[in-house]
């Protein structure tokens, strides 16, 4: 059981578990959080499960916990951790199931008043359009060798397959591919549930959303960004379906032995892993690439999709309906990045679960109009409520690895959502709110419900406060399409 | 972590219990293999699989692991994956034997007609089957 009495209290936002907490913690525990989300971080299981990853090999500086932190399975969803090339450990546990998780923001040249006739019409085409729900099947349609090709370059193949403008692969993290990418190391499993699900929302916590952009925060990125108030932005969040769990699910089992093999010592076994340059820690770093870019080549073809859907619907009826892309990153990833640690540039493989780069100006994978401000990161909120677009700092590469917040972060489970909220209330509701909501499934739309998460202006508030991120544009929803 | 409820699977049970982000359920069973078969059971209740009419068929499933936590997370892998790929649902599951990190189990393939909720992956999170004068016990976490 944590007490608030054992963390230090480093400034207003950032408390630190110290490495003598636990005989077992080899760095110390790090979370932004004000002291009400801190309390309330306190009610499950996510501070033990950041102090159960604290005991892992190589680890360096301290584990970093964001103020969306919620109980996960191993580690917490909203940390962060680095371990020190070449023997310090790669965890799958460390990186999620669904593997490069993540959301992209496309801006518009339409007006939210002239969109408004047609907003129930793009709801419609949005959801006909960009396939969603359990068990949904894409209509790209990839042979094996195909399917390769999508793991091996992913954006890079959504650009020759007509799917992708030059401009969206530049505008998505690492060009939207890993190179170390080897579809030698994922299973025929992982395969067979990828190739038919490529261009697919899924279920779950992911959704299309169309927003209108609420207020501006920093104009000059604003406008680098293509965002202006009161026009149409368009968010997606998903990740890499039934290929990345298959590929965690494959590394996670085949890790139990790796770990027995290194005589690693772990307190929970959802924290498996292997030295980065063993066999093992080697083949899943592969296949996670594989993942990863199946992931970006996902929400590239969701993309193409909606721009579809957006012709379909406001063709002729708005001025311009084209769609840009303003960034696409990860929350769920594995990177070999350097940092400097100590005065000395180290580097690392930085674990991001449900956690989200967020490099500051200057650096050089950024695309040219961004590399003086800094790299864009999308924070979706709750269903209902607003999202954010942020401007990673150089604070952040000082404090947390170059990372920041991911989301809201749950605050209650599933179930209790449901007990809590009816989904047909909850979509009157929103409705009423002028709100327009495609959903597969009434439960699920429970499940998902505002009061099931943090405030994410709360959340935001404490990136914005310790540094880590700069507010840009909060963003409000007009249209949610959900599985 | 509370009980919330109870999903009755005979003399045994399986509970669904509250986790922030996922599904988790607590499964009881007189012997290994009542305690594998519920589990199984407990999972298609959570994501109400029903079939539809077609040719069914029996097949027998032989699963082997590390250790009996593995070879848990391997046998429902197993089923989630053969529903989602081949579209099958399961009305009945006979867990025959488990022994020295292996299982045997019959089951009845149908075809699915629908899921109306998707369980990702079976975790290995704080997953360890408990010996108990009853029998065995273990919680399992699914990432939904």
């Not at chain 1, 199931?97 to 518009?108: E, F, H, M, P, Q």
Request: aromatic share 6%; proline share 4%; charged share 25%.
């Amino acid at each position: 059981m944590i007490r608030k009495q054992d963390f230090q209290r480093i400034n207003p936002v950032i408390w630190e578990i110290p490495r003598t907490f636990r005989e077992d913690m080899r760095v110390p525990v790090r979370i932004f959080a004000s002291e009400k989300i801190l309390e309330a971080t306190l009610g499950d299981r996510s501070i033990e499960q950041a102090i159960n990853a604290a005991t892992l090999p190589g680890l360096v500086s301290h584990v970093v916990v964001m103020p969306d932190v919620h109980q996960g399975y191993g580690f917490p969803i909203g940390g962060v951790a680095a371990t020190k090339l070449p023997d310090g450990v790669i965890s799958p546990g460390g990186i999620g199931y669904d593997i490069n998780c993540g959301v992209r923001v496309l801006a518009s040249g339409i007006s939210a008043d002239e969109a408004e006739p047609w907003l129930d019409d793009l709801a419609g085409a949005l959801y006909a359009h960009c396939p969603s729900g359990v068990g949904v099947k894409g209509s790209v349609r990839l042979t094996a060798k195909a399917l390769d090709n999508v793991l091996r370059q992913g954006s890079e193949w959504t650009e020759r397959n007509g799917f992708a403008t030059p401009e969206d692969v530049l505008r998505t993290e690492e060009r939207g591919r890993l190179a170390d990418a080897d579809p030698g190391c994922v299973s025929d499993r992982a395969k067979q549930r990828g190739r038919p699900q490529l261009g697919t929302l899924g279920a779950g916590n992911h959704f299309i959303e169309v927003d209108i952009v609420e207020e501006i925060f920093h104009a000059e990125a604003a406008q680098a960004m293509g965002l202006r108030a009161d026009y149409l932005a368009v968010q997606i969040h998903c990740g890499s379906r039934g290929f990345g769990h298959q590929i965690c699910s494959d590394y996670v089992r085949e890790l139990q032995k790796a770990v027995q093999r290194y005589n690693i010592r772990l307190p929970d076994r959802e924290l498996v892993c292997a030295p980065l340059d063993s066999p093992e820690g080697k083949r899943y770093f592969a296949a996670m690439a594989c993942a990863a870019n199946y992931a970006f080549a996902n929400r590239q073809v969701l993309t193409h999709h909606a721009r579809m859907a957006f012709e379909e619907a406001l063709a002729g009826k708005v001025g311009d309906w084209d769609l840009s892309l303003v960034y696409d990153i990860a929350h769920n990833m594995g990177k070999i990045e350097t940092h400097s640690i100590e005065g000395e540039a180290v580097t690392v493989c930085v674990h991001r679960k449900g956690a989200t780069r967020a490099f500051g100006p200057g650096f050089e994978g950024l695309p040219d109009e961004y590399r003086e401000l800094g790299q864009p990161v999308m924070v979706p909120g709750s269903m209902g409520t607003g999202s954010w677009v942020l401007l990673g700092t150089k604070a952040s590469m000082d404090l947390a690895f170059g990372s920041s917040c991911h989301g809201a972060g749950r605050t209650m489970s599933r179930r209790q959502a449901k007990r809590t909220v009816r989904g047909d209330q909850l979509l009157a509701k929103l409705e009423n709110q002028g709100i327009h909501i495609r959903a597969g499934s009434m439960p699920g739309l429970a499940e998902e419900a505002p009061q099931a998460y943090k405030d994410v202006d709360s959340v935001v508030d404490v990136v914005s406060e310790a540094g880590i991120a700069k507010k840009v544009a909060r963003l409000k929803p007009l249209i949610v399409i959900k599985g | 972590m509370d009980e919330i409820n109870r999903i009755d699977q005979g003399d045994n049970a399986v509970e669904e219990i509250e986790h922030t982000a996922d599904w988790a359920i607590r499964v009881r069973g007189k012997n290994l293999e009542t305690l594998f078969q519920n589990a199984a059971q407990g999972m298609l209740q959570l994501i109400q699989a029903s079939s539809r009419s077609g040719t069914s068929r029996s097949k027998t499933i032989v699963l082997r692991a590390l250790d009996n936590e593995t070879l848990m997370v391997t046998w429902l892998e197993e089923l989630l994956f053969n529903m989602e790929t081949h579209e099958v649902n399961y009305s009945d599951i006979d867990v025959q034997k488990v022994e020295n990190c292996r299982l045997r189990a019959t089951v009845r393939e149908t075809p699915l007609a629908e899921l109306k909720k998707e369980i990702k992956a079976v975790t290995f999170n704080d997953l360890k089957i408990h010996s108990t004068d009853e029998g065995f016990i273990t919680t399992i976490v699914f990432d939904v």
